[in-house]
Protein backbone atom coordinates (compact mmCIF):
# COMPACT_ATOMS: atom_id res chain seq x y z
CA UNK A 1 0.00 0.00 0.00
CA UNK A 2 3.07 2.41 0.51
CA UNK A 3 3.89 2.30 -2.72
CA UNK A 4 0.62 2.58 -4.71
CA UNK A 5 0.73 6.27 -2.53
CA UNK A 6 4.07 7.02 -3.33
CA UNK A 7 3.20 6.09 -6.82
CA UNK A 8 0.01 8.02 -6.92
CA UNK A 9 1.77 11.24 -5.16
CA UNK A 10 4.27 11.12 -7.49
CA UNK A 11 2.03 11.40 -10.00
CA UNK A 12 0.04 14.21 -8.79
CA UNK A 13 3.36 15.97 -7.95
CA UNK A 14 4.42 15.84 -11.69
CA UNK A 15 1.42 16.17 -13.71
CA UNK A 16 -0.60 18.80 -11.27
CA UNK A 17 2.22 21.01 -8.91
CA UNK A 18 3.80 24.19 -10.27
CA UNK A 19 5.51 24.56 -7.69
CA UNK A 20 7.68 21.47 -6.84
CA UNK A 21 8.68 22.64 -3.55
CA UNK A 22 5.37 22.96 -2.23
CA UNK A 23 4.36 20.92 0.78
CA UNK A 24 2.55 17.20 -0.75
CA UNK A 25 1.79 14.52 1.83
CA UNK A 26 -0.60 12.11 1.62
CA UNK A 27 -3.29 14.15 3.55
CA UNK A 28 -3.24 16.82 0.99
CA UNK A 29 -6.12 18.29 -0.13
CA UNK A 30 -6.12 17.84 -3.37
CA UNK A 31 -9.38 18.81 -4.61
CA UNK A 32 -10.54 21.33 -1.73
CA UNK A 33 -7.08 22.44 -1.57
CA UNK A 34 -7.14 23.32 -5.56
CA UNK A 35 -4.37 21.04 -6.62
CA UNK A 36 -6.42 18.76 -8.54
CA UNK A 37 -9.62 20.30 -10.88
CA UNK A 38 -12.62 18.54 -12.52
CA UNK A 39 -10.75 17.71 -15.48
CA UNK A 40 -7.66 17.02 -13.98
CA UNK A 41 -9.37 13.93 -11.98
CA UNK A 42 -10.42 12.24 -14.85
CA UNK A 43 -7.10 11.84 -16.27
CA UNK A 44 -5.81 11.03 -12.60
CA UNK A 45 -8.73 7.90 -12.48
CA UNK A 46 -8.18 6.96 -16.10
CA UNK A 47 -4.37 7.21 -14.97
CA UNK A 48 -5.72 5.03 -11.88
CA UNK A 49 -7.57 2.74 -14.25
CA UNK A 50 -4.81 1.48 -16.17
CA UNK A 51 -2.03 1.76 -14.26
CA UNK A 52 -3.73 -1.55 -11.91
CA UNK A 53 -6.24 -2.39 -14.64
CA UNK A 54 -9.28 -1.69 -12.84
CA UNK A 55 -12.53 -0.01 -13.49
CA UNK A 56 -13.82 2.81 -10.76
CA UNK A 57 -17.62 3.39 -11.73
CA UNK A 58 -18.33 6.96 -12.42
CA UNK A 59 -20.61 7.39 -9.22
CA UNK A 60 -17.14 6.56 -7.42
CA UNK A 61 -15.01 8.67 -8.74
CA UNK A 62 -16.25 11.93 -6.11
CA UNK A 63 -13.86 14.78 -5.08
CA UNK A 64 -14.27 13.57 -1.62
CA UNK A 65 -12.83 10.12 -2.82
CA UNK A 66 -10.30 11.78 -4.71
CA UNK A 67 -9.27 14.63 -2.49
CA UNK A 68 -6.49 12.88 -0.44
CA UNK A 69 -4.04 10.33 -1.73
CA UNK A 70 -4.88 8.09 1.41
CA UNK A 71 -8.53 8.38 -0.19
CA UNK A 72 -7.64 7.69 -3.54
CA UNK A 73 -5.93 4.14 -2.67
CA UNK A 74 -8.54 3.03 -0.90
CA UNK A 75 -10.72 3.48 -3.77
CA UNK A 76 -8.24 2.11 -5.97
CA UNK A 77 -7.62 -1.11 -3.32
CA UNK A 78 -11.78 -1.70 -3.33
CA UNK A 79 -11.40 -2.37 -7.22
CA UNK A 80 -7.88 -4.75 -7.14
CA UNK A 81 -8.32 -8.07 -6.99
Known sequence: MAEM?????????????EDEDEELNYDTPLISGGIVDSFSMVSLKR??????????????????????????VALVQEYIK
Open 5 to 17: KDIVLEYVREEYM
Open 47 to 72: FLENKYNIQIPDEKATPEAFDTVNSI
